[in-house]
Each structure stands twice: as C-alpha cells, then as structure tokens.
C-alpha cells in the first residue's frame, strides 16, 4: 500500500465510449502524474500536474483529457479511444514536481479498448 | 536522442546474487533511479543515487558511475519473492524523468 488509489483497477471499453480513471493519494503531495505502461516498453509519462496546476503535456492526444480539482486528486477523462490506447495506466505522487523526488505509484488501471 | 538500456530478463537462483545493468546516454544527468514492480502491482522506490559508488540497503545496493554512463543493482540472497521487474529511470539536465523498459527478474527455487 503506497498510498495512491486508484480505480477502476480493470477497465474494456470500446472506442466510442467515454469513462473516467480516478486517482486519490494520501500522502499530503503537491504534484501528481499519469503514465502509460505498455508491455516491453519504458514508461511513458502523459501528464504532470503541481499544486491542481498542469506544468507538462507531453504531446499526449486530445482523447486523453487530465483533471485535477485539488492536489488529493486526479482524474484521467477518456472518449474516442483506440485500440494502441490499450495499455496500463498509472498514476503517481510526489513531494513535488521535480524529478529528483521519489514517486509513490498507483496500482494502475488496466485498460483494453476493442 | 535520450536512452536507456537495461536486459530485457534475467534468470537467476533462489540464494544467489545477481546483477541488474543500465545504461544511459541522456542530455546531462541529475540522478539515477531503481524501482521494484511485481506483476500486477505498482512500482515501488527502491533506490536514488546522483554521486558515484556503491549504497547498500539490505540486501539491495546500487552502484553509480557517470562518467561510464552506467548504474547496476545488485540483490542479495535472492528470495522468491524479488521476482519481479526492475526499472532504471535517469533525471536529465532539465530534470526530465527518462525510464528504461525495465528488467524482468525470475527467480528458480
């Protein structure tokens, strides 16, 4: 248990449907981050927020849409996906937004998209 | 471009040691990182090194050389349950999180 839930933990949706993954951390952090975690490959980090402020998007698509209403929480909104979107989504926390801090992880949330 | 290289599995013994390598090519260097992730689960710190030599933790330790652009983690006595994946990730100069693709780790009784 890191401290950073995250839900659903197994997600199948198809590519016209919207939904939402949510992530919620306990540790009193100022920035949050989703990755993507696709097998065999590095981690690929999507979005990173500091203090509810989004300070990079790495060039991830506009299907993919980041929220975050206060610095306990952050939500992954999801429409128009494809099926490459498959992969495991992970969301992390940590003291703050600089990259020497150590992250503390979500369990991820699996998505299929078919 | 910016790069990290680790195996992509190793196999090793329950009892005996092992040795996880990376190496990197990144646009200047503020840290290295090792994290554990079981199957199924989140990946977890295990190690930040940013000055050269060897930090031991347990059974853990983790060696730096940046002037060789390489890193390794060594496990100890290795137990079933350190099967699992091993990620390297490096802060860049701007501070930029770059991951490896990580190390799988089996360990046989």
């Known amino acids: 248990e890191t401290g950073v839930t995250q839900t659903p933990r197994h997600l199948v949706m198809g590519m016209t449907n919207k939904k939402s993954l949510k992530c919620e951390q306990h540790?009193?952090?100022?920035?949050m981050y989703w990755y993507k975690q696709s097998a065999k490959k590095p981690l690929e980090l999507m979005f990173v927020?500091?203090?509810?402020?989004?300070?990079e998007n790495n060039s991830v698509p506009s299907r993919f849409s980041p929220e975050c209403p206060n610095s306990s929480h952050l939500f992954l909104h999801l429409h128009t996906l494809q099926p490459e979107d498959s992969a495991l989504y992970l969301c992390?926390?940590?003291?703050?937004?600089?990259?020497?801090?150590?992250?503390?992880f979500g369990p991820g949330t699996r998505l299929t998209v078919t | 471009g910016q790069n990290i290289d680790q195996p992509t599995e190793m196999t090793a013994t329950e009892g005996a040691i092992v040795q996880i390598n990376c190496t990197y090519q990144?646009?200047?260097?503020?840290?290295l990182f090792w994290y554990q992730q079981h199957a199924g689960e989140a990946p977890t710190f295990l190690s930040y090194?940013?000055l050269d030599g060897l930090e031991e933790k347990g059974r853990f330790s983790s060696f730096l050389s940046r002037s060789k652009g390489y890193s390794y983690l060594l496990l100890k006595e290795l137990q079933m349950k350190d099967s699992a994946s091993y990620l390297c990730?490096?802060?860049?100069?701007?501070?930029?999180?770059?991951w490896g693709a990580g190390t799988k780790l089996i360990i046989k009784p």
């Open positions: 992390a926390s940590s003291q703050d937004s600089g990259a020497s801090y150590e992250q503390y």
């Open positions: 540790l009193g952090h100022n920035a």
């Open positions: 927020y500091s203090l509810e402020e989004r300070v």
């Open positions: 990144t646009s200047g260097f503020n840290g």
């Open positions: 090194n940013v």
């Open positions: 990730a490096v802060v860049d100069s701007n501070y930029q999180l770059i």
